[in-house]
């Protein structure tokens, strides 16, 4: 048992991956990327800067990077100085991001329920909080 649950897990992302990148192929956009948006949409951060989001995703900086760079130069996202430091680069939704961000909140938000419908109150609850807590304690 304990030697599937690795595969099991990979089995259900690919799976979550594939929905969100039929959806994101509408907008000529990737999964990743639509996720990123729905992030800055729904962040409570007033400031999102490039750590933030390699933190949410865990992802490292050079991939960061690459996909911040790319979501700019496809209009997606604006990068803001900040007054107090020139070197910050604020994360911001660009005009044909925020275009969007209305179908992307309601893809996301129905994928979501269509994810946790396979699952009952009680499991919903200790489901979300496991998956918190894999990362945290895998990490190295």
Do not use: C
């Amino acid at each position: 048992m304990a030697s599937d649950v690795a595969h099991l897990i990979k089995v259900a992302s690919n799976e979550i991956s594939r929905n969100i990148n039929d959806f994101a192929q509408k907008y000529s956009l990737t999964g990743t990327q639509v996720q990123i948006i729905y992030y800055l949409v729904n962040s409570s951060k007033t400031d999102i800067f490039q750590k933030d989001i390699e933190k949410e995703f865990n992802i490292r900086r050079s991939t960061t990077t690459n996909i911040l760079k790319t979501m700019e130069k496809n209009d997606l996202i604006i990068r803001r100085s900040v007054d107090s430091d020139s070197r910050l680069k604020r994360i911001v939704l660009s005009d044909k991001s925020k275009y969007i961000q209305d179908d992307i909140e309601r893809f996301m938000d129905k994928n979501d329920q269509e994810i946790l419908s396979a699952l009952g109150a009680l499991e919903r609850r200790s489901f979300i909080h496991a998956l918190k807590k894999i990362p945290q304690k895998l990490k190295k």
